[in-house]
RNA sequence: GCCGCGUUCGUCUAGCCCGGUCAGGACGCCAGGUUUUCAUCCUGGAAAUCAGGGGUUCGAAUCCCCUACGCGGUACCA
């Protein structure tokens, strides 16, 4: 058996599409789970649509994604690949090139021609307005909008010469054959039947001298020997179409996988309406790209029986995908999902690792650009982010919620009570905390240690004597004597990480400093 | 309109090919536990008459037919 080899083929209208993602993606974890090879081509025959610079930039999402590829275009060049000749700095590596449909013009130009010498397609003079015209009059009479071979059958080869010799605009369409039912066994869909009666003699040709999406999608697929197209169900119905010039051409077809869309949520497909679309904005506002793999593959995958486990790496979706377990029908996008996949990546990040992924988004703030040095250095943040880690859904979150790190607190006395305390047992359990935490010494200054040492005196005994000891003093919040208080004072917040890992980050110096400063002010 | 594809908890889905489990898991939601607060974590719960209707069968989410609904295509866009 050949080595199985899978295509993304994008065209260059702006950034790397979710839906997009999820295509390239499945192509990737097919070829590799295979064993073959994954490619990356570029479908820029819409000059219309072209953006500039998304070729690049669809380069750069994909490997920052770390979907690498074998063969195809590329941006660095250390495969000594040849530079493409319309985009400057883009690299095009593998023997089966071009990989750029643009580049391609010559070739796809000598197989049409063949298939008019061979009577398998022909040219067509017919404007746009008479086009338009005849389609309104079919949609209006219940009939299938199909081209009704006017040039096919009223115009004589002398004047196809004429017109081409006087530079008449045309098209070359394929010519499709009547009363033929055409089969296709789709790898997730099984048989799929479609009668050509119903299918259009569709342009290969543009008037511009471009190919139209099918002559060269099939052309380049042979030409780069791929032997599994996984593309988006929207081609579905043009499938005859490839069908059929697979057999002009006299080429095996590839198999084929269609690959339900992706949806918004209310059904319709997954659109800029409602979201974010582009892999990009994604990762600008805080998602990890491990997370949006691994939540992107399950749109419409999963891995089967028994497995329950839904946290996977690039490698580890590898090896456990299967086309025969993607989903028929299409799969909204639902953003809580990301957000807890997201919150499970984060939670696996060494403090390095987040430290250097966070940075970018910390500098934005102003909190942050606020700061003194102090409060910017490397190990300040690295705490942080280590008691931040577990509340994180988001990068994008980083500091947020507890701004009191990087600047003083505000002093509220009512949100310093705990439960129905009054001024003097306030200052009374403030005045413990600053007591114990100073005989607490540098190297001590840890957060075990911190923990361990305030719990001890938070248990030690009932402040008040209405309340019991043990058991039901802790169940009444005896803890909340001392430890309240004492975390009310550090951060100046209603909610917070504990008071423990609030002192271990602020550090001793700075933790007594801020009781001092509460307890004079009672 | 025509053609095609699809339809299991709110969402992602397992199960369907090879009929026979209280239709299972995850997210989200709710409750409880741990806990000074928040988050994490743990436990439990509600949540799908398997789109609807007909068959076939002792028995159907699973096989067949019909209907409805949704989506896609219907371009000199991909």
Known sequence: MNKIRTRFAPSPTGYLHIGGLRTALYDYLFA?????????????????RFVEGAVEKLIISLDFLGLERNEGVMLNNNTNGQESKNYPRVFEVGEYGPYIQSEKLEIYKKHVDELVKNGHAYYCFCEPKRLEEMRSEQTAQKQPPIY???????????????????????????????????????EIRGRVKFNTNLVTDQILLKSDGFPTYHLASIIDDHDMQITHVIRGEEWLPSIPIHILLYRYFNWEAPK????????????????????????????KNGYLKEALINFVAFLG????????QEIFTLEELVEKFDLTHVHKAGAVFDIKKLDWINSQWIKKLSIEELYQKSLPFLEEKEFYKNASAEKKSEDYIKKILS????????????GESNQFFFRDTNFDKELL?????????????????????ENITDENWTRENLEKILMEKADEKPASPARLAGAMAKRAGGRGELLWPLRATLTGE???????ECAWVLGKEETLSRLKNTIGKI
Not at 260 to 282: H, I, T
Request: hydrophobic letters at 30%.
């Open 32 to 48: 590799k789970k295979n064993g073959g090879d994954f490619l990356l081509k570029i479908e820029d025959t819409d000059r219309k």
């Open 148 to 186: 009704d071979r006017f040039c096919l059958q009223n115009v004589s080869e002398e004047e196809i010469n004429k017109n081409l010799k006087n530079n008449c605009p045309y098209t070359i369409r394929i010519k499709v054959p009547h009363d033929e039912i055409i089969e296709v066994d789709d």
């Open 256 to 283: 084929f996988a269609h690959l339900p869309l992706l949806l918004n949520l209310d059904k319709s497909k997954l659109s800029k309406r409602q979201g974010d679309v582009a892999v990009e904005d994604y990762i």
């Open 301 to 308: 995958w999963n891995p089967g029986k028994g497995e329950t």
């Open 387 to 398: 008691i931040e880690q577990d509340r994180l859904t988001n990068l994008s979150e980083v």
């Open 417 to 437: 009570r705990w439960k129905d305390m009054n001024d003097e047992d306030l200052k009374k359990s403030l005045e413990k905390s600053l007591r114990v935490l």
């Open 494 to 500: 209603k909610k917070s990480p504990s008071p423990f």
